[in-house]
T-cell receptor, first 110, second 113 residues
């Protein structure tokens, strides 16, 4: 069966520091991969999606970037975090019809 | 994707069926109805989806009206662990940006002993 791993679960980072969140998927090949963000009290916002290695599409211009160095690995990065980058970050993958989410990373920028 | 409308909150007694309604009057013919739930501080959990026919799996049943303008998610025997925010989403469902799931505010279901 397919599983998705996302880490760390929580992260506290100072303003201006770099960020790297990693997500891996097991049990499937060539999945579509996504990064979402959920701000407190708000819905999920799609940040990036990828349909293959090295193929990244950005939905919202921002301080973040994404990379897909391997088929089942998706990385969310920032060179310098802003306070507004705080939120709940979710990695997800989809089969032809359903999207499955990881457990999320709670990022607090201080 | 079509907009969906859900009640903000519902209560249900433990052991009873929980029936969560959703309106999606502008749903298009190729949009599926998806249900997810989110327990506090966790990622959304997929529950079930359907296009026209009623669907059932080990977690829940989905009843879609014949005109597809509304649906109901049924948890047959709610437990305390079913307390969560439930999201109804209308989406074409395939990957890439076209598969962008738009989560509204959902229904907060509280299962009470």
């Amino acid at each position: 069966s397919q599983t998705i791993h996302q880490w760390p679960a929580t992260l506290v980072q100072p303003v201006g520091s770099p960020l790297s969140l990693e997500c891996t998927v097991e049990g499937t090949s060539n999945p579509n991969l996504y990064w979402y963000r959920q701000a407190a009290g708000r819905g999920l916002q799609l940040l990036f999606y990828s349909v293959g290695i090295g193929q990244i599409s950005s939905e919202v211009p921002q301080n973040l970037s994404a990379s897909r160095p391997q088929d089942r690995q998706f990385i969310l990065s920032s060179k310098k975090l802003l306070l507004s980058d705080s939120g709940f970050y979710l990695c997800a993958w989809s089969d032809p019809r359903v999207t499955f989410f990881g457990q999320g990373t709670r990022l607090t920028v201080v | 994707d079509a907009k969906t409308t859900q009640p903000p909150s519902m209560d249900c007694a433990e052991g009873r069926a929980a029936n969560l309604p959703c309106n999606h009057s502008t749903i298009s013919g190729n949009e599926y109805v998806y249900w997810y739930r989110q327990i506090h501080s966790q990622g959304p959990q997929y529950i079930i989806h359907g296009l026209k026919n009623n669907e059932t799996n080990e977690m829940a049943s989905l009843i879609i009206t014949e005109d597809r303008k509304s649906s109901t998610l049924i948890l047959p025997h709610a437990t305390l662990r079913d307390t969560a925010v439930y999201y109804c989403i209308a989406s074409k469902g395939y990957g890439g940006s076209q598969g962008n799931l738009i989560f509204g505010k959902g229904t907060k279901l509280s299962v009470k002993p």
